[in-house]
């Protein structure tokens, strides 16, 4: 349900992004909106209170954002409050940033190895992505798992391209447990 609230809503800004040809400024905002709530948890708590209206919060929202953000984030904040869907803000921007990345040619990957890469193995792997995707530009996210042994495990959306000896090794052993003495 979550993710289709997310879905719903972020693409609503998204093609009012695009209509209104400001994909890059809502972009910035958007991204700038999401630091400010998370640096703020208070600010959360008070648009989810049960107990406050929705009035009251529109109200709180334009105190605080009017003539620091766009009418176009303006309206999108009044929107989920009145819909009752700001406890799913964060899902709802990280949805609308993963949309204009993907409009723009911007992959996101996630790359998990045992050991931390050197820089030139970093820009090898970037190389590497760029050639073998439809990508235009890569977002490197590089994490480090020792449990993976060696080799690597890559992420990009919903494809996974596992490398590691870890799952090697494990598929070695369901083979060596299927053969019968």
Known sequence: MAK????TYGDALFELAVEKNKVDVLLE????????????????????????????KIQVVKDVFEGRV???ILGFLTIVITKDRYRDIDAIIDYFIAEVKRYKGIGIATVTTAVPLREEQRKKIEQKLLETTHYTKMEMHY??????????????????????????????????LKVQL
């Open 143 to 176: 994490d480090v798992d020792g449990s993976l042994i060696g080799g690597m495990v890559v992420r990009i959306g919903d494809r996974v391209v596992d490398s590691s000896v870890r799952t090697k090794l494990s598929e070695l052993q369901k083979e060596l």
């Open 70 to 72: 766009s009418e176009e």
């Open 4 to 7: 289709l609230i997310s879905k």
């Open 29 to 56: 905002e958007i991204e700038q909106l999401k630091q400010v709530l998370s640096e703020n948890e208070e600010f959360g708590r008070l648009m989810n209170h049960p107990r406050i209206i929705k009035e009251e």
